[in-house]
């Protein structure tokens, strides 16, 4: 039913092919609305940035280095435009327009955006960077209230493209989109540049010009790397991402995010079964207890089972937990299995929560004994003009610090710096609340208890306005209610997370109340609405959970994991697999949730919600740890 579609035209064959659809506008409040306003005011509203990382276009920086600071504007330019979609704040859409219009500016003759030259173009990062490229206009696109100016974005996309299609592919003397990158250890064997896909199927959608659609046919026939056939590997589902020949997680999700894209246009069922095997293979071998991959850098490394080591490099980067929020929703859209909102669940409210600097804090990146790294001094004074990265960049698991390293970072002209992270963080705080709620053929499900309302429409056009209240994922309740003008039967779907079943209270509007259990991971769907109102109370057990891994064990509530923290806990500590007490403390430092825990080897143990455990970045003694040492019970 067309009332039930988005009009994002770079979604419009998605139509028959997704289980869940866009299109609702969800007001949160608590938690969820405060960190995507503070991220809008704090980093998407500074016109500062977005001049500069328009001026690398300019100054044609990368190609002296090979790097990707041509990433930074189409990176954070898609999360502002999620983020403007979520808040509707007029003054984001100004400070957006006007980095759209700058960045225009600066194309050639030839149609080329990019901050290489003409020399060194098609090496390092670039291809990288013009996907971002492609990616910031194609989402402003979305958002654009000015039918010219969508016209003139698009023609600037297509001559953008048209350039990059005019040098890379098989044809002779066109470059193999596998020999795009400087080849060597750092750009994986162009998996970087071959996740251009999603944004070339979006120009197909957007334009329907076939030459798009057969340089996405193109890159998918290459499989994305020279180090070896990644579609294919995924395609065959015999062995995890994790073996593959290539293991970079966050450019390998990429890929195959544009691999579904590739089915939604085309309905190649080798597309869909290859991206859904790679989803879940991600999940079942690489996604940790705070929901991010990758405990060796940022690589695919079993991660499931390796999480409990302690590492003394950097692990789990954000923009693998952004890029995994952004894959399984892409899943979820696709099936409307709930598992995949699990995920989503799991990631935001522990290791994205974690990532953000609330606190402002403009400590740079300090080493294990507390020393500044000597790369970023050069960057101190913008650093605290800035009042420091919006977003931290990994997230420890293992008697670690946060902020040790500014992912991604690269020096800019004027003492100037950024990082990767810093720029996708945006997308992930933005995501969360746009999924919350979606549309599907019989009704809509709510995919995240957020505190909020929202209207939606029936499947028969009226409006149905939906109010949320809990403290979830904090507490263990949800009311919602539901009413519309004149009774008509439709489906509410309510997600049951991966952790507990639930039991559901369904009062109708003839005060008849009906409850029912819901299992753990799946949507309760025995929701009709025949009334014109409906209140559902939804009761989760949030009860404190040991999980025990390798010889360690790690406190969780629900969806909220925990980790002890140096400010008030020895990180040396040894408990046992057991606990015998636990209660809710005082708060010693700003945290959602303190708790103390008692094990049956007499330790008491002070834990604190993983997303603000370790933040205070000033002090020295702030290691954290969510894997703890334990011994049996003999």
């Known amino acids: 039913m067309s009332i039930k579609r988005d009009n994002n035209l770079m979604r419009k064959f998605a139509q028959e092919k997704d289980f869940l659809f866009d299109g609702i506008l969800f007001d949160a409040d608590g938690i969820v609305d405060y960190t995507a306003r503070f991220v809008q005011s704090h980093q998407l509203l500074r016109s500062d940035l977005w001049e500069l990382f328009v001026r690398q276009f300019s100054l044609r920086v990368d190609g002296q280095d090979g790097g990707w600071r041509g990433e930074y504007w189409g990176k954070m330019m898609r999360g502002a435009c999620m983020t403007y979609q979520y808040t509707r704040s007029e003054q984001l859409y100004s400070v957006l327009l006007s980095a759209v219009k700058g960045i225009m500016a600066t194309q050639d003759s030839e149609g080329r955006i990019t901050t290489y030259g003409k020399e060194s173009e098609f090496s390092g990062w670039d291809m990288w960077c013009r996907k971002y490229v492609l990616l910031g206009l194609q989402h402003f696109y ?13 023609e600037i996309m297509k001559k953008h493209l048209d350039y990059i299609m005019s040098k890379i592919g098989e044809e002779d003397g066109k470059i193999d989109i596998l020999q795009s990158t400087t080849n060597n250890e750092w750009t994986w064997g162009a998996l970087n540049s071959s996740s251009i896909l999603e944004p070339v199927v979006y120009m197909y959608n957007l ?13 998918i026939k290459r499989g994305g790397s020279s180090w070896g056939n990644v579609f294919e590997l995924a395609l065959e589902g015999t062995i995890p991402p994790y073996n593959y020949p290539v293991t970079k997680a966050y450019e390998m999700m990429s890929f195959f995010e544009g691999v579904v894209e590739y089915y939604r246009v085309t309905g190649d069922k080798d597309c869909k079964k290859a991206f859904l095997n790679f989803v879940n293979a991600v999940i079942d071998n690489d996604v940790t207890v705070i929901g991010s991959c990758g405990c060796t850098h940022e690589l695919f490394d079993n991660s499931a089972v390796k999480q409990t080591e302690k590492s003394d490099t950097v692990m789990q980067e954000t923009c693998v937990t ?67 990265f919006t977003f931290d960049s990994y997230a420890p698991l293992v008697k670690a610090k946060h902020n040790v390293r500014i992912g991604g970072y690269k020096e800019m002209d004027g003492g100037t710096s950024y990082g990767c992270c ?19 053929d019989d009704g809509f499900a709510i995919n995240h208890y957020v505190s909020g309302s929202f209207t939606a429409k029936t499947p028969q056009g009226q409006d149905v306005r939906v109010t949320i209240e809990t403290d979830y994922p904090y507490g263990d309740r949800v009311r919602i209610v539901a009413e519309q003008s004149k009774p008509e039967s439709y489906t509410v779907a309510l997600r049951v997370p991966s952790y507990c079943n639930a039991i559901i209270s369904d009062k109708r509007s003839d005060n008849t109340t009906v409850k029912f259990t ?22 989760f057990d949030t009860s404190l959970k040991l999980n025990s891994l390798n010889g360690k064990v790690s406190i969780s509530k629900g969806a909220i994991v925990y980790a002890i923290d140096e400010r008030n806990q020895n990180l040396d500590v040894v408990v046992t697999d057991k606990a015998v007490l636990a209660k809710q403390t005082g708060k ?17 143990v002070n834990f604190v919600d993983y ?24």
């Open 611 to 634: 997303a603000h455990a370790g933040k205070d970045f000033k002090i020295k003694n702030r290691g954290v740890s969510v894997w703890l040492d334990f011994v049996n019970e003999s």
């Open 422 to 440: 810093a720029c996708i963080g945006s997308a992930g705080t933005a995501l969360f609340p746009l999924s919350a709620v979606m549309y599907r």
């Open 518 to 539: 819901a299992f753990a991971d799946t949507y309760f769907e025995n929701c009709d609405v025949h009334g014109t109102r409906v209140e559902y109370d939804i009761e």
């Open 322 to 388: 952004v890029t995994l929020m952004k894959l399984c929703y892409q899943a979820l859209r696709l099936t409307g299995d709930a598992k995949y909102a699990s995920v989503i669940e799991k990631s935001y409210y522990n290791a994205l929560l974690s990532s953000v600097n609330f606190n402002m804090s403009d400590e740079l990146g300090v080493d294990e004994s507390g020393n500044v790294l000597s790369n970023y001094v050069k960057s101190a004074e913008f650093v605290k003009k800035i009042r420091g």
């Open 207 to 219: 334009t329907e010009e076939q030459k798009y659609l057969d340089f996405a046919s193109y890159i």
């Open 142 to 154: 979305v958002i654009c209230k000015d039918e010219a100016l969508k016209k003139d974005i698009t």
């Open 588 to 604: 010693q430092f700003e945290c959602k949730d303190a708790v103390e825990v008692t094990f049956s080897n007499g330790e008491r």
